[in-house]
T-cell receptor
Framework: GAGVSQSPSNKVTEKGKDVELRCDPISGHTALYWYRQRLGQGLEFLIYFQGNSAPDKSGLPSDRFSAERTGESVSTLTIQRTQQEDSAVYLC??????????????FGAGTRLSVL | RKEVEQDPGPFNVPEGATVAFNCTYSNSASQSFFWYRQDCRKEPKLLMSVYSSGNEDGRFTAQLNRASQYISLLIRDSKLSDSATYLCVVNEYAGNMLTFGGGTRLMVKP
């Protein structure tokens, strides 16, 4: 497809379980971002991958969260030992490596995670 | 203090009204600015980039005031379909990192 694809679209899990969320960026986009959005809240930055550089993990809320990206393709966000406060929509975005007004991020539809 | 601040609203306006949102940012070295729109339970989508001289796209006008560190969005002749949350976004540093404001919710009523 032409856009950012995320899977699954919805995930219900039990507290304490691990979950893995997937993001397929737009082909050719070297930058990839993960955000978290709790109900009624703004976007919370989690992690940023830029080409082959070391990722910016400054937004990860705890060591239970990790993410990987293989080259300039798929990324997975893993949450270990999920807690109820992890319930949120996890959004992935990708962009070309540009600055200025052309630095546009394109978002996937998100994964809605519910931790029971 | 948040890096990008917006009035969360909601702004309730009748169809046809003109409505304006402001957004303030804390980093005077910020590079570029955007407005994104997010519909309920949907992902954010770019509405428009904000240029230093101000720019207009149909009913939407964006302005940047670097001295006062704020960005504005003006919507003229509001439509029901304009109902959404409007996110102010700032590229604070060289590179691709964007910082999102918490959003301003707009509800246009018949």
């Amino acid at each position: 497809g032409a856009g950012v694809s995320q899977s699954p679209s919805n995930k219900v899990t039990e507290k304490g379980k691990d979950v893995e969320l997937r993001c397929d960026p737009i082909s050719g986009h070297t930058a990839l971002y993960w955000y978290r959005q709790r109900l009624g809240q703004g976007l919370e930055f989690l992690i940023y991958f830029q080409g082959n550089s070391a990722p910016d993990k400054s937004g990860l809320p705890s060591d239970r969260f990790s993410a990987e990206r293989t080259g300039e393709s798929v990324s997975t966000l893993t949450i270990q030992r999920t807690q109820q406060e992890d319930s949120a929509v996890y959004l992935c975005a990708s962009s070309l490596l540009r600055v200025g007004p052309k630095n546009i991020q394109y978002f996937g539809a998100g994964t809605r995670l519910s931790v029971l | 203090r948040k890096e990008v601040e917006q009035d969360p609203g909601p702004f309730n306006v009748p169809e046809g009204a003109t409505v304006a949102f402001n957004c303030t940012y804390s980093n005077s070295a910020s590079q570029s600015f955007f407005w994104y729109r997010q519909d309920c339970r949907k992902e954010p989508k770019l509405l428009m980039s904000v240029y230093s001289s101000g720019n207009e796209d149909g009913r939407f006008t964006a302005q940047l005031n670097r001295a006062s560190q704020y960005i504005s969005l003006l919507i003229r002749d509001s439509k029901l379909s304009d109902s959404a949350t409007y996110l102010c976004v700032v590229n604070e540093y060289a590179g691709n990192m964007l910082t999102f404001g918490g959003g301003t919710r707009l509800m246009v009523k018949p």
